[in-house]
């Protein structure tokens, strides 16, 4: 039972970072090579959002593993120095993160294409909200890197 708590938990890992990275980056590119409030580009925001679904849900998979881990081993892993600074950073910058880009990257983006009729070029308020999200991206993404790179070490290392 406990091995699949924690499959689960690495698949929530694996999902929750990779597709949402390879998934910016080749919005960036595509974005960079033409023009940014074109057709073309709009079917690339809409592709993101839906990778950005995947995403969140990816999370509630790691999270949910996480805590399945917990409750099986009585939640003494909770006294783990290493558990201890997981829990912490996932509380201080993933939730953050994670509340305002489930806000501003999913569900305004969506509410306003569906409200935009014209459905095949960027409203106004559709580039205030894209360009809003470009701007969160570019500045969480050094405390991503920072607190993947942290986790990684937590969990391979397991510090006490
Ligand atoms: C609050 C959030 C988290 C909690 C409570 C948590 C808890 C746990 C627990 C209980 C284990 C099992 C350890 C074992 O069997 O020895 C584990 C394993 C692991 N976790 Fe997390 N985790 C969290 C977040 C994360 C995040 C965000 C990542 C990566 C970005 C991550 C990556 C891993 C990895 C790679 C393992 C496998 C380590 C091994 O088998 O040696 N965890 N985690």
Redesign the pocket.
Known sequence: M?FWF?IF??AG?VL??GPPLGAYLMQLYILNKQDKSGPTALIVRRAFIAVLTLEHAALAL??A???A??WY?EWV?LTFFW?QM??L???LV?IPIEILDIWWGQISPVLALRRDKTQDSFSPELVRIFRRYDRFVYFSIPFLLI??TI??Y???A?PT
């Open positions: 406990y924690k938990h690495l890992v929750w970072i790691l999270m593993g996480a805590l881990m917990l081993g892993f558990i997981k829990i950073i996932f509380c993933i607190s993947w986790f990684f937590l969990a391979a397991k």
